[in-house]
C-alpha cells in the first residue's frame, strides 16, 4: 500500500467518525425507548409519542442537506463537516439537563439536522478524496462506523443511566472536533470555485507524489476539462428531471434508497429491542438480542468494505436486496402463525432470531454500505452536492414514512403485515436493480457519467421505438 493510500484511509476514518456520532444518534432509541414507555420513565409517553420520537431525527434531517449542499459548493465542504460538532454539543447538552417530551423531540430534531450534513457532505468528500481503486472502500467505511455508532448505542444504553448515556453520547462529537480541523479541503471542490493552484496543492496531500508527479498534473487536467466542458450547462435541481442523463440517475439511485429504506432497513434499526420484546422465552432477552444485531451489522459491513471494490456494486446489491426479502418474508410468517394460527410455535422463536439475523447479514453486505458509494459516484460534480442534499431529504422523508407506518400498521392490523410488506419491497427492488443497475467498480467519476451518457442515448433510441418501456437498458 503506497503512501497516498495509507494518507486517504486515515481521512477516511477521521471523517468515518461523524458517522459513529450519527449512529450513535440513530440507535440511541432502540434502548431508551423501551424504557422511557415503561411505568417507571421519567418522561412517560404513550406508543404513539414513541414513535414520533424515533421518527422526529429523520424529520430534522430534511433541513439541512440542501443548504449543506449550496454552502459546501460556495465555502467548501471541510467547514460544513466540521459545523456537525456545535450541533452535537448543543443536542446533547439539552438530553442531559432537562426532561420533557417537547425538549426530547426538539434534540432529536437537532441531531437529526447534523446527520443530514452528515449524509449529505462526508460521503461526496470522501469520494472527491479517494483514487478510484479504493474509493468503494474509502466511501462504504462510513457505514462501517454507523453501524458502529448503532452498536455503541445498542451496548452502552441499556446498562447505564438515561444521563450516563447521555454523557457517553457527547463525548464522540467533542473529540470528533479536534480531528476534523486537520483534514485537507476537497480538491475537487476547489477546482468547482475555480482555485487550481490550491487545489493542485490540496491533492498532493492525499496522493503520493510532488509538483511534477504526471498523475497528479493528469488528475488535475481531467477534472478541470470536465468542468469547463459541462460549465455551459450549469445544472439546478430542475435539472434531475429535465436533463436525460441526470434522470437516469436519479431513477437508479431512487432504486436503491426505495428499496433499503421502505424495505426495512431504518425500521430494525429503531425497533430492534421493541421487536425483540414480544417473544418469550429465549435465551438472550431483548436487549442482547438487539446487540447480537448490532454485532451482525459491524462485522458484515466490515465484510462490504472489503469486497466492494472487488465483487462490484452491483452483485452485491442483487444479494442484498433478494436475501433481505426472503428474510422478512419468513419473519412475517412466524409472527403471523404466532397471532393468527392455532398453531403453538412458542418453541420456535429461534426462527424470528435467524430471520431477523438474516436480514441483517444482507443489509449490511449490500444496501446499506453500498448506497452512500453509490451516492458518492453517479452524480456529476457540478450538481453533486444538490442531487446529494435532494435525495438525502427523500430518504430522511421515506424512513419517516417506514417508521411511523411501522408502529400504525402494528397497532391496528399486526406486524407480520409490515414484514410482509418489506419483504415485497426488497424482492421488486432485486428485480428492478437486475434490470437497470450500472456497476460504478474502478471508474473515475469522469467514466461513470461518460458511460451513463451512452446509456441513456441507448435508452431515448429505445424508447423512440417502443415509447411504453423507459429507460429499459439492457444493463
Known sequence: MDSGHLKQYFIAFTVALTFAAAGMAYGWSAPVMVRLQSNDSDIRMT?????????????????????????????GKKPVIWSIIPMYLIGWGLLITTRSYKILILVRLILGMAMGIVGTICPLYLAEVAEPEIRGKITSFCIVMWFFGILLAYCIGPYVSYDTFSYICISLPAILGI?????????????????????????????????????IINEIKSVKNSMQEKAAEKKSCSALLSDRVLRMSVFIFLIITVTGLFGGLTVMYAYATEIFST??????????????????????????????????RRPLLLVSAGGSGISHLVAGTYFFLRKESTLNVSGYNWILLLATSGYCVFASIGIAPITP?????????????????VFTIAMCLFSVIALKMFQVINSNFGIYYSFWFFAFINISGCFLMYKYLVETKGKSLVMIQNELQILSKSSKSKTNVNETVPFKTGA
Open 47 to 75: 406508543a404513539d409519542e414513541g414513535s414520533w420520537v424515533i421518527a422526529s431525527v429523520e424529520i430534522g434531517n430534511m433541513f439541512t442537506p440542501i443548504p449543506s449542499g449550496f454552502i459546501s459548493d460556495r465555502f
Open 279 to 312: 417473544i418469550e422465552s429465549t435465551s438472550f432477552n431483548a436487549d442482547q438480542c438487539t446487540i447480537v444485531l448490532g454485532f451482525i451489522y459491524l462485522l458484515l459491513s466490515v465484510f462490504a468494505t472489503v469486497v466492494v471494490d472487488n465483487f462490484g
Open 373 to 389: 458509494v453509490y451516492q458518492g459516484e453517479i452524480f456529476p460534480n457540478e450538481i453533486k452536492s444538490i442531487a446529494s442534499g
Open 179 to 215: 480531528g476534523l480541523y486537520f483534514i485537507p479541503e476537497s480538491p475537487y471542490n476547489l477546482l468547482m470555485r475555480g482555485r487550481y493552484e490550491q487545489a493542485k496543492k490540496e491533492l498532493k496531500k492525499v496522493r503520493s507524489g510532488n509538483d511534477n508527479d504526471t498523475n
